[in-house]
């Protein structure tokens, strides 16, 4: 797997409806991530629909989203139809890692592109 960089996101972009959100068969289909909980996989989707919108690259145009984004956990809210705090933002974060869906560099989430 690859992590999303400028050229990855602008094709996703061009094919996502922007009314919904964008949810990769991958993630939920097979037994790759058939271990992965639902709300772990809902948080990859907040983080995937937060770097949709705001898009921002380091100098190897690799696509990264602020451990700190307030956005991931108000996007995840409306998934999941609950409260989320930072405390559980940082847990399924962890999760992520796990799963190897993410990693993080310092302060910076770079997302895999799962497709």
Do not use: C, W
């Amino acid at each position: 797997m690859e992590l999303y960089n400028k050229e990855l996101l602008k094709n996703l972009k061009n094919t996502v409806d922007d009314s919904g959100y964008y949810m990769p068969k991958a993630l939920f289909s097979g037994s790759k991530f058939g271990n992965v909980r639902l709300e772990t996989k809902l948080a990859y989707v907040a983080l995937l629909d937060t770097l949709l919108k705001k898009p921002v690259y380091n100098q190897e145009n690799l696509a990264l989203l602020k451990i700190d984004n307030p956005v991931i956990g108000q996007t995840l809210a409306i998934l999941a139809n609950k409260e989320v705090n930072q405390d559980k933002v940082a847990r399924y974060i962890d999760e992520l890692i796990e799963a190897n869906l993410i990693e993080i560099n310092k302060k910076d989430i770079y997302i895999y592109h799962l497709d």
